[in-house]
């Protein structure tokens, strides 16, 4: 038997009953079904007012299309008044005034109806070809994890909230998902790569998080180095791109919106989050009305929390090398665009789905051969909060309607997984 052998019979003895990714996933159907049960069934169909019930649970605006109205207002300000594009609520880097410039020879009917077609378009590639495309490196057959999580995505909560604004979350984690991915499996194409992740960090702030995908060997610190500081020079030097005034009121807009963002049940930042306490204190028990008093640190130690974990996924990185994307940073670094910068509403959830896929549908069979139900345990935990932001708040009782603490809870169990499966992945690195 050849040393080979000898580990793979090592990593999977005897035949003890494996929770394998053909077995985990009724238990990731059995989540989502406790949750849609709870969060849609019940408000709906059996509410106290014996009546069904038809929400409005999307904080739709009319007439549709306001962030992209405003968006384009910002174009307008730059290239036809000849002023700084930060006028209003503006947040985003001075290139994505450039690239919407177009859209304002079409009437704005048409300018909304080819975002949301891109907006689907994007959502189909990084849904389901993406992980696809993973997939086929590794399985030979269409996952049913992979179209689990596509169709119940596709009538989320948060993809009909980014469709119904007109936002560009997704055109931004499309531009995200393709370059990691041309960096990972096409070495020779990796210029393009890094063009297009400067793109999505130009159009939204949120990818550059992303920075830590773009590592094939944790152990070649000279070249990660050289690479990351080139990709931040990058990126920093497209912040000019209309002038040093023009850079100087985007900084300004930043720092106002870091201190003081729109705090609402919607905005799952952590800032938010401590500061729905603050807003409504006066209405807590006393013992929560401690989050008022030390809001400054709460936000610092859950900020904390979001950076160990990510160094904890990092860390098993360096220590069990793999030739493929790494699904548990991926999803966690995710999971930390979501709910680190203060403004972060909900139709930005749309980008979620994306990450999950990839990582529970590239599961091999022996990835985690130990402590199955703990693993069972952890998955249907995962599950009901994953799927418990699928639907909107108006369905949720109060001391869920904020995503938060789903999404925290989904960077915890990823973080945990990660760590079981120490040595699974030796198979397959």
Known sequence: MSHKD??????????EPLPNSNNLLPIMLAGFLIIYFVFFICPVFLNSKHNMEFFKYVSAINPIGVDLKQMLSYSESWFMLKQTPYIGANLYPPLATVLFTPLLFVDFATAYTM???VNLGVYIFTTYFFPLWLIARTKRYLSPWLMFFFITGLFSYGLQFELERGQFNLIAMFFCLFSIWIYHHHEKYRWWAYFLFAISIQLKVFPAIFIVMFVHDWKDWTNNIKRLIGLITLNFGLLFILG???FVD????IKTQAVNPYVWIGNHSIRSFVGLFQMYGDRLPDKLSLMTTYSGLIQFVLLVFVAVCILLIILQAYRRPQKDINGYLLLACTVGSLIIPPVSHDYKLSILTAPVAVLFSTIHDNTYHRLPIIVSILVLAFSLAYSSVL???TNKPIILS???PALM????IITGLSLITKSEYLMNS
């Open 402 to 404: 904020n995503n938060l």
């Open 115 to 117: 975002i949301v077609v």
């Open 391 to 393: 639907f909107s708040y």
């Open 244 to 246: 040093p005034q023009v």
């Open 6 to 15: 000898l580990q793979y019979e090592r990593i999977r003895p005897g035949n």
């Open 409 to 412: 809870t989904m960077l915890f």
């Open 250 to 253: 985007f900084l300004k807009a």
